[in-house]
């Protein structure tokens, strides 16, 4: 399958602390991408680091790639309770078309 | 103003009846999607094209048939449907890398 598998499958902590979700992949990528849904709406892009990169950051979110490991991180540090939604990614083979998993169900208590 | 949209929002039908979901995306975008997501919030690719040509057809029934009248436009029309077409069907648009996504239209089929 090309689609990212993500882990855990839901993830609960506190206002202020650090969430990180994991995503493994099967096949060579040319990018990773991470998107954001909340509830009843549809994805919104997060961030995309391409496979020669190792770390990217974009405000609270900081993302890793291992390419040797085929797998990925995303880190939300300081979360708040807006951040609550499900978190994916989607492994961009150069398909022209994005495979998502099941996602990761992030829950932060205010 | 909004970038990807879809309607109707929620539809709600009887089983061997025919619907269509229009989406519509001002971004200027070549290429344009088709997904489904199930209860279990996997999120599937079902069709993509690009500048009004089917350019990935996963395998999904023949009863549902993408139609784009231009290239800011891919709607979806479904005959005759069954129970497992309950689903939330999302439009998406890609700057060939990033994807916009609509809304979602919750189909529940009773």
């Known amino acids: 399958s090309q689609q990212g598998e993500e882990d855990p499958q839901a993830l609960s902590i506190q206002e202020g602390e650090n969430a990180t979700m994991n995503c493994s992949y099967k096949t060579s990528i040319n990018n990773l991408q991470w998107y954001r849904q909340n509830s009843g709406r549809g994805l919104v892009h997060l961030i995309l680091i391409r496979s020669n990169e190792r770390e990217k950051h974009s405000g609270r979110l900081r993302v890793t790639l291992d390419t040797s490991k085929k797998s990925s991180s995303l880190l939300i540090t300081a979360s708040r309770a807006a951040d609550t939604a499900s978190y994916f990614c989607a492994p961009d083979t150069g398909r022209r078309a994005l495979t998502f998993g099941s996602g990761t169900r992030l829950q932060v208590q205010p | 103003d909004t970038a990807v949209s879809q309607t109707p929002k929620y539809l709600v039908t009887q089983m061997g009846n025919d619907k269509s979901i229009k989406c519509e995306q001002n971004?200027?975008?070549?290429?344009m999607y088709w997904y489904k997501q199930d209860s279990k919030k996997f999120l599937k690719i079902m069709f993509s094209y690009n500048n009004k040509e089917l350019i990935i057809n996963e395998t999904v029934p023949n009863r549902f048939s993408p139609k784009s009248p231009d290239k800011a436009h891919l709607n979806l029309h479904i005959n005759s449907l069954e129970l497992g077409d309950s689903a939330v069907y999302f439009c998406?648009?890609?700057?060939?890398?990033?994807?916009?996504f609509g809304p979602g239209t919750r189909l529940t089929v009773l």
């Open positions: 998406a648009s890609s700057d060939d890398e990033r994807q916009f």
């Open positions: 971004l200027g975008h070549d290429t």
